[in-house]
């Protein structure tokens, strides 16, 4: 969730993860285009998280911890 607006990610191969479904929770408004790739450092994510107060999102991998620097349009 990030300010109020719920992505959904998938696995394309072993160094690609791709966000490409989001739902607007106050609006209700679904999009099925996003096509937001994330090149990743393991194989696995187990878990992303967003800071809105640094505006980094974290990938939790296979131990690792790894940061990705984000705007939002």
Not at 62 to 72: G, K, N
Request: aromatic residues 16%; contains cysteine.
């Amino acid at each position: 969730m990030v300010c109020g607006v719920l992505y959904a990610t998938r696995f394309l191969d072993k160094q690609t993860e791709e966000i490409f479904y989001s739902f607007d929770t106050e609006t209700g408004e679904e999009r099925y285009d996003l096509r937001i790739r994330i090149q990743k450092m393991q194989t696995n994510i187990q878990s992303l998280n967003y800071n809105p107060q640094d505006q980094m999102l974290y990938a939790y991998s296979d131990a690792y911890i790894v940061s990705y620097s984000t705007v939002f349009q």
